[in-house]
RNA sequence: GCUCGGGUGGCGGAAUUGGUAGACGCCCAGGACUUAAAAUCCUGUGAACAGAAAUGUUCGUACGGGUUCGAUUCCCGUCCCGAGCACCA
């Protein structure tokens, strides 16, 4: 009987999907565990081969975790609100629900072809409003709450506006934005504006005036992980720096505790170490200096003087400050420039506000720069020293203030030496006369009360001296912005806000979902509103809502909480469900989100842990980042001027040009040429220069793109090889972490694997006739090979070493084909085993024994070691007439390899008889093992 | 510039974390079965040298040093590749 993969594998996917194999519940009585996929945004594109490749491995991890007996939750849904639709409906005018429905189709084909053994039934859709529901819900407890810097944790608002009632806002030691300071006397006075505008100051989802990424091409603003190198990272658009009021998250009140709890969780090094810099925590002191501005550029003769606060790393520096640099966007600009610096200042801010975002990336080592006119003092010296405005210091960081110490920091010593400014060295023998000296090391000189002490002494000193004289304190500041909430866009999440007479007001719990309104186009309207300002009649009881929508990491923050409980109308996860599930154990999706959707998602299910609706601090246990799969993309060269194409290694006595060709008329690099013709009607009459009668193509590792006609769709690989097929080739490419091309050649390989275990059914290794298995009892050759199998895969799939178990497989198969052992003993437990990988054939194997229930419902077998250790024998080994130790060596070893050994290792000996060994271990002319 | 990974045959990649380097697969070569091809199966396959042969010897994990009885693995330096951050005071 033959293999026959495509009958079997439509036939088990029929089975699974009407039985609902894999559907789960609820089961106190086993213990849980929760494997889940970063869940896909269903482009137009499809699934390529690269796609799956995290599923598999999720995959095989889920159906080895069953057969282990754990009820395992392992969901799948979409991703399903974002850009690509709505840039195609503003093309062709059709609703991006439309074109997103018809994409979760094709993904849910496909996705079927591979056998994944997903619980369809928790199916979560971010666009959907049942579901999208409990985001906008999400989002009203954010809105509802401040953060309570004493407790760590977040907390109701209204217990915030009764402290406020009682006692102002003095004691309230909160993360927020900058307030004034009031007394309850006055709070109770304040208009509703204006409290309401305070509160804002607090909420922890918060309306402010922030410098944001624009992006003009998109027409919308984005978050910080939403832009790199100063583009756009969807269509890589040119971004600027935009002042305006947007919807935020208040991320950054969370920095601490997103940072500290890094420590427990088991993701890779690599990952931990991105959200560290990502998170950027750096400890210093945040300093005043007193400024004087002789003559204000308004030319009141009030307010000449300001405390000017800034944040230092390194306070020990503090007497070799030579000028301060304030941020062109910060405040300090307008309260610094004097009268007669005024019209160079103003020149200087317009050009620094006419760059986009990329060129100030591209000239970060142009030092620009202004003098504001003013002083600060140095409260160490009493030194006046000027006030200059330069981009290079960031208003967004720190207090957007800094002072400057050009002998030991590189950028303020570019700036010192262009404009001319003094630098004093600190550091006893350092030499500042070509470049800064940076290093936190070295003998402090010039450093009043610091002279003498070491670097790491003196910047505690400085701290102590700096709180001591009241003048400023120790401070953690984080590089961590808050979130840019608001998208000037249509296909997302509406506000569940409503504005009262200005003043943003929550819509209530009970009216939610608040969905999206139908409108006629989705561009934004001419006054550059955003594209909900197209819709009629949208307003609660006459009050207008919020035009703009939430962005696409959005959707994604609390999804994994949405499985456990999908289909629950009053909450967003019930107590039992959360309770049960807890957490996800596993978490299988690319790197590419470390710092946006990993940071959100935390710091949204912290924000829930903190009001007690869901019971874990850190939502994903243990990361695995799978690696993308490139693709390998196949070039004919064509002469010059002519349609004559010359193969590869002819083309250099040639003037060529290199022509991408569709890979799926190539097959291991040798073009076929008839449908090289029929490809397209420019090369119907080619003509080509062969080697050795074949044309063969040249080739390179690029992305996976259909530009390149590089894209191996899993689709074609089922129907020609198989979906189990695909599974192993996938694991077998190499480790699921690291990246690869994706290479056909050796699927072949993996595919002959699978019929030859099918034909060790079908007449003990004849593979002919019927399906025949033996009762006979196995032997201890063949009960080694089970076991040495059982082990090894065991603790590959632990180890997410999927490509080693694969191997070992491989090894299983051709031992038992040698010995054309056909025992049922044997062979059932490595069905089971094999079953993760490629479980259609193990299902059609495990059925075909008489087996009335699906594999997955067995039980993985067990590992005895004693079918697999080396039986070993004991000789003692004797230096100068005595016992040294024992060699434990295999029993298959003769002893004049034992002498040979000990001979040959005579240097080891020399060493081992002057220490307390035990044994040592011996193969043929080598120790192995020494036990002490 | 800073941070984190990584460099092993013709190729993808193994190696129980200090103990016979190159598992497994691809490619290639030879053979069996076939009238023939496909499919399938078997054998060989890091390099050099010696030998009719079994086999043996030497060199080999980017490069240069070190620790160790023993290093792909640990330490120091150099080179190269990949990823992330990028004026974060």
Redesign the pocket.
């Known amino acids: 009987m033959d293999y026959n993969f495509n009958e079997i594998e439509k036939k088990w996917q029929k089975y699974w999907a009407e039985n609902k194999t894999f559907s789960v519940k609820t089961d106190p009585s086993k213990p849980k565990y929760y494997v889940l996929d970063m869940f896909p945004y269903p482009s137009g594109a499809g699934l390529h081969v690269g796609h799956p490749l995290g599923y598999i491995a999720s995959d095989i991890y889920t159906r080895y975790k069953r057969l282990m007996g754990y009820n395992v939750l392992h969901p799948m849904g979409y991703d399903a609100f974002g850009l690509p639709a709505e840039q195609y409906a503003i093309q062709t005018g059709q609703h991006p629900r439309v074109t997103t429905m018809e994409n979760i189709n094709r993904y849910r084909q496909q996705l079927d072809r591979i056998g994944f053994s997903f619980d369809w039934d928790r199916e979560v859709k971010t666009c959907d409003p049942e579901y999208y529901k409990w985001t906008q819900w999400a989002f009203l407890k954010m809105f509802k709450s401040w953060y309570n810097n004493d407790t760590n944790s977040a907390e109701p608002i209204n217990e915030l506006v009764t402290r406020f009632e009682e006692e102002g806002n003095a004691k309230v030691n909160a993360a927020c934005s900058d307030v004034e300071t009031f007394t309850a006397e006055q709070w109770k006075n304040f208009s509703e504006k204006k409290k309401s505008d305070i509160l804002m100051a607090y909420r922890i989802a918060y309306q402010g005036e922030t410098s944001v990424n624009w992006c003009p091409q998109l027409g919308t603003v984005l978050a910080?992980?939403e832009v790199?190198?100063g583009l756009s990272v969807r269509g890589g658009f040119p971004v600027e720096q935009k002042k305006m009021k947007q919807w935020q998250l208040r991320v950054s009140a969370y920095a601490g505790r997103l940072l500290d709890d890094l420590d427990s969780l088991q993701w890779?090094?690599?990952l931990k170490?991105?959200q560290?810099?990502?998170i950027?925590r750096?400890y210093?002191a945040q300093m005043v200096f007193k400024t004087i501005n002789p003559e204000p550029k308004d030319g009141s003769k009030f307010d000449r003087n300001y405390d000017m606060e800034?944040?230092?790393?390194?306070a020990d520096t503090v007497f070799g400050v030579t000028f301060m640099?304030i941020?062109p966007e910060s405040d300090w600009v307008e309260k610094l420039t004097t009268l007669s610096q005024k019209d160079e200042v103003e020149k200087y801010i317009n050009e620094v506000k006419k760059k986009t975002e990329r060129e100030?990336?591209a000239?970060?080592?142009?030092?620009?720069g202004v003098f504001s006119g003013s002083y600060a003092i140095n409260p160490f010296t009493e030194e006046r020293v000027p006030v200059w405005i330069?981009?290079?210091?960031?208003?967004?960081?720190?207090?957007?203030?800094?002072?400057?110490?050009p002998a030991h920091?590189?950028?303020?010593y570019?700036f010192a030496k262009k404009f001319n400014l003094r630098i004093i060295p600190l550091i006893e023998g350092c030499d500042v006369s070509k470049e800064s000296f940076d290093a936190k090391e070295g003998k402090m000189i010039n450093s009043g009360f610091l002279t003498g002490y070491s670097v790491k002494e003196a910047i505690p000193m400085a701290i102590e001296e700096v709180e001591k004289r009241g003048i400023g304190h120790r401070m953690v500041?984080?590089?961590l912005r808050d979130a840019i909430f608001s998208r000037q866009r249509y296909w997302g999440e509406p506000f569940p806000i409503y504005y009262k007479d200005g003043i943003p007001t929550p819509l209530d719990e009970d009216k939610l979902p608040l969905e999206l309104p139908q409108i006629a186009t989705f561009k934004p309207t001419q006054d550059g509103e955003p594209p909900l300002a197209h819709a009629t009649d949208w307003n609660y009881e006459g009050y207008p809502y919020e035009k703009s929508t939430m962005p696409g990491f959005a959707g994604s923050s609390a999804y994994y909480l949405r499985y456990m409980d999908p289909h629950n109308n009053s909450a967003l996860v019930s107590r039992e469900a959360d309770n049960y599930w807890k957490d996800v154990d596993l978490y299988v999706g690319g790197?590419?989100h470390?710092?946006g959707h990993l940071i959100y998602s935390r710091f949204w299910n912290k924000f829930l842990y903190d009001l007690g609706y869901v019971c874990e601090n850190e939502p994903f246990k243990k990361l695995v980042n799978q690696g993308m799969i490139q693709g390998r993309s196949n070039f004919v060269y064509r002469v010059k001027n002519t349609n004559t194409f010359v193969s590869v290694n002819l083309k250099d006595k040639y003037e060529t040009t290199e022509i991408h060709v569709d890979i799926n008329i190539v097959r291991?690099d040798r073009l076929d040429i008839e449908a090289f013709k029929k490809w397209r009607p420019e090369y119907e009459n080619a003509e080509f220069i062969l080697e050795n009668g074949e044309y063969i193509c040249g080739w390179a590792v690029e992305k996976m793109s259909k530009s390149m006609f590089n894209v191996v769709n899993p689709d074609n690989i089922c129907n020609d090889y198989g979906a189990d097929t695909l599974r192993l080739y996938e694991m077998?490419?190499?480790?699921v972490e690291?990246?690869?091309?994706w290479?056909t050649?050796?699927?072949?390989?993996?595919?002959?694997?699978l019929?030859?275990f099918w034909?060790l059914f079908f007449g003990g290794g004849e593979?002919t006739g019927e399906f025949n298995l033996s009762d006979d009892e196995p032997t201890a050759e063949e009960l080694k090979i089970l076991h040495k199998l059982i082990n090894k895969v065991e603790t590959d799939i632990e180890n997410f070493?999927f490509?080693?178990s694969?191997?070992?497989f491989?090894?299983a198969v051709?031992e038992l084909?040698?010995i054309k052992s056909n025992k049922r003993k044997i062979l059932l437990p490595i069905v089971i085993l094999l079953s993760p990988f490629a479980p259609h054939i193990c299902e059609e194997l495990w059925s075909l024994a008489g087996n009335k229930e699906s594999i997955s419902f067995a039980t993985f077998p067990m590992y005895h070691e004693e079918y697999t250790r080396e039986d070993s024998v004991e000789y003692p080994v004797s230096f100068n007439g005595k016992t040294r130790f024992k060699l434990s060596l295999?029993k298959s070893m003769g002893k004049s390899d034992i002498e040979k050994a000990v001979l040959q290792?005579e240097?080891?000996a020399?060493?081992?008889a002057g220490n307390p060994v035990k044994k040592?271990?011996v193969?043929?002319?080598?120790?192995?093992?020494?036990v002490f």
Request: zero cysteines; hydrophobic letters at 35%; aromatic letters at 8%.
């Open positions: 910080n992980d790199k190198e890779s090094d690599a170490e991105m560290r810099n990502w950027g750096s210093g800034i944040f230092t790393t390194r640099v941020a100030r990336i000239e970060t080592h142009t030092v620009t330069s981009e290079y210091v960031l208003a967004g960081y720190g207090t957007g203030a800094i002072m400057a110490v920091d590189s950028r303020d570019a500041n984080y590089r790197t590419e470390a710092t291991n077998f490419l190499g480790p690291m990246s690869k091309p290479d050649k050796g699927i072949d390989g993996v595919h002959r694997f019929r030859k034909r593979g070493s490509n080693t694969v191997s070992a491989m090894v051709n084909s040698a295999p290792e240097q080891t020399k060493y081992l040592i271990i193969v043929p002319g080598r120790i192995i093992n020494i």
